[in-house]
T-cell receptor, first 114, second 116 residues
């Protein structure tokens, strides 16, 4: 059953802590993306990766970090430098970046700072 | 620096009516324009997409109209049903990349409610 798996579904973080959100895909896609969704703001791009061991900053990368050591995995770390981390985080993948093909999304992780 | 502007923010339509959502963009390098549908607590899913070499694409009750000269595109949902109630996002991307162009740039979304 192919798709994108994000975990956990819900995550609570204390202020000052780093947390890592998991994203795994078994679609054999080269490109992977992280978006942040806030009410009324749409989806804003945090980071994207076109290929293993390579990634680029999106529009709101400050306070976030990523790695792409394996084709299947693109974890996102929300650092303590991110001032307002409470949001719904979505991971996506596509065959290739800019390929005019469908981007498949995971079910999201809702992060709450307590 | 939002690259895709979407309107309206919310829309209420009676069952059987036509829902129309509009988007506009500035980057002329964009060459792929999809629409995504999202239900609460779920990830978005592709609804329909268009490339700039055609002015209209229809799939069932869903139609995209594209106006390259005006840099605008719209989603029409014919015979709207209560099950269509969701948030709809337009998006755009470019095969040329640059300034996050490779990745999908999304509008802010339209919350559609179809009343029985």
């Amino acid at each position: 059953d192919g798709g994108i798996t994000q975990s956990p579904k819900y995550l609570f973080r204390k202020e000052g802590q780093n947390v890592t959100l998991s994203c795994e895909q078994n679609l054999n896609h080269d490109a992977m993306y992280w978006y942040r969704q806030d009410p009324g703001q749409g989806l804003r791009l945090i980071y994207y990766s076109q290929i293993v061991n390579d990634f680029q900053k999106g529009d709101i990368a400050e306070g976030y970090s990523v790695s792409r050591e394996k084709k299947e995995s693109f974890p996102l770390t929300v650092t303590s430098a991110q001032k307002n981390p409470t949001a719904f985080y979505l991971c996506a993948s596509s065959i290739a970046a800019g390929s005019k093909t469908e981007a498949f999304f995971g079910q999201g992780t809702r992060l709450t700072v307590v | 620096q939002q690259q895709v502007k979407q309107s309206p923010q919310s829309l209420i339509v009676q069952k059987g009516g036509i829902s129309i959502i509009n988007c506009a963009y500035e980057n002329t390098a964009f060459d792929y324009f999809p629409w995504y549908q999202q239900f609460p607590g779920k990830g978005p899913a592709l609804l329909i997409a268009i490339r700039p070499d055609v002015s209209e694409k229809k799939e069932g009750r869903f139609t995209i109209s594209f106006n390259k000269s005006a840099k605008q595109f719209s989603l029409h949902i014919m015979d709207s049903q209560p099950g269509d109630s969701a948030t709809y996002f337009c998006a755009a991307s470019s095969t040329l990349g640059g300034n996050s162009g490779y990745a999908l740039n999304f509008g802010k979304g339209t919350s559609l409610l179809v009343t029985p």
